[in-house]
């Protein structure tokens, strides 16, 4: 699991709201554009779908 999370921020691991990938999967589940996510956006993306995160983790782990 830490390793699928360490592999897609690949590039913005300490800026992680500025990957391209991790905004396209945003604007594609939550509906927010990608060009409009910023670091407010994605947090609070991330702490009210954490359960899902960590469910698409797991997933990319085991298949990754």
Same mark, same amino acid.
């Given at each position: 699991m830490l390793?699928?999370?360490w592999r897609l921020t690949r590039g913005y691991r300490?800026?992680? /709201? *500025?990957?391209?990938?991790?905004? /396209? *999967?945003?604007?594609t589940y939550w509906g927010?554009?990608?060009d409009q996510v910023g670091f407010r956006d994605f947090f609070r993306f991330a702490w009210q779908r954490r359960a899902d995160l960590l469910r698409y983790?797991?997933?990319?782990?085991?298949n990754g």
């Amino acid at each position: 699991m830490l390793r699928a999370g360490w592999r897609l921020t690949r590039g913005y691991r300490f800026t992680p /709201w *500025r990957s391209p990938y991790l905004r /396209w *999967r945003i604007e594609t589940y939550w509906g927010l554009h990608a060009d409009q996510v910023g670091f407010r956006d994605f947090f609070r993306f991330a702490w009210q779908r954490r359960a899902d995160l960590l469910r698409y983790l797991r997933w990319a782990g085991r298949n990754g």
